[in-house]
T-cell receptor, first 114, second 109 residues
């Protein structure tokens, strides 16, 4: 693994189903983030984690949950998917001890909820 | 509320110079970022400004005026591969990034 990976690449899901999007990084970054990107809108933060064992809510957390059991993994779960959750989901990580703390992004998961 | 404004779309000619503006109103300021995003791909980091002035990095430069809530990204010697969306983001008082909707840059030969 080099950098940050996400799985699956894309998924079509029936409304009401449960879905977990996976995210793994090998850069030993302390912070991780989940965003959704919709046409015409900026990236919107769903949940974040500043360090393993802690999580926080972003701008649009409803319908989503996360966990951060270790440094490398940060899964995002949709408990009961709805069509409005159709979007491209990006996971990102950063080193909060660095000067700029820039975020590095995974390749994204394209999710369609029908 | 918090707001990041940037033009939706710009067109420029290969070999020319283009300036993409970004204005912001946020609760606190802890730095401004520019990212590049090619269609269907992830955003990639271009630049970071936390103090007023110009930061130059090869063909790309980024400027910040904190008093005016204003930044621009300057791209010189445009190449066809520069066709992409350019995202402006501000780190607010909660140390989270607030993102603009992005500027789609179209380069014509």
């Amino acid at each position: 693994i080099a950098g940050i990976t996400q799985a699956p690449t894309s998924q079509i899901l029936a409304a009401g189903r449960r879905m977990t999007l996976r995210c793994t990084q090998d850069m030993r970054h302390n912070a991780m983030y989940w965003y959704r990107q919709d046409l015409g809108l900026g990236l919107r933060l769903i949940h974040y984690s500043n360090t393993a064992g802690t999580t926080g809510k972003g701008e649009v957390p409803d319908g989503y949950s996360v966990s951060r059991a270790n440094t490398d993994d940060f899964p995002l779960t949709l408990a009961s998917a709805v069509p409005s959750q159709t979007s491209v989901y990006f996971c990102a990580s950063s080193d909060r001890t660095s000067g700029s703390n820039e975020q590095f992004f995974g390749p994204g998961t394209r999710l369609t909820v029908l | 509320g918090q707001n990041i404004d940037q033009p939706t779309e710009m067109t420029a000619t290969e070999g020319a110079i283009v300036q993409i503006n970004c204005t912001y109103q946020t609760s606190g300021f802890n730095g401004l970022f520019w990212y590049q995003q090619h269609a269907g791909e992830a955003p990639t980091f271009l630049s970071y400004n936390v103090l007023d002035g110009l930061e130059e990095k090869g063909r790309f430069s980024s400027f910040l005026s904190r008093s005016k809530g204003y930044s621009y990204l300057l791209l010189k010697e445009l190449q066809m591969k520069d066709s992409a969306s350019y995202l402006c983001a501000v780190r607010d008082s909660n140390y989270q990034l607030i993102w603009g909707a992005g500027t789609k840059l179209i380069i014509k030969p």
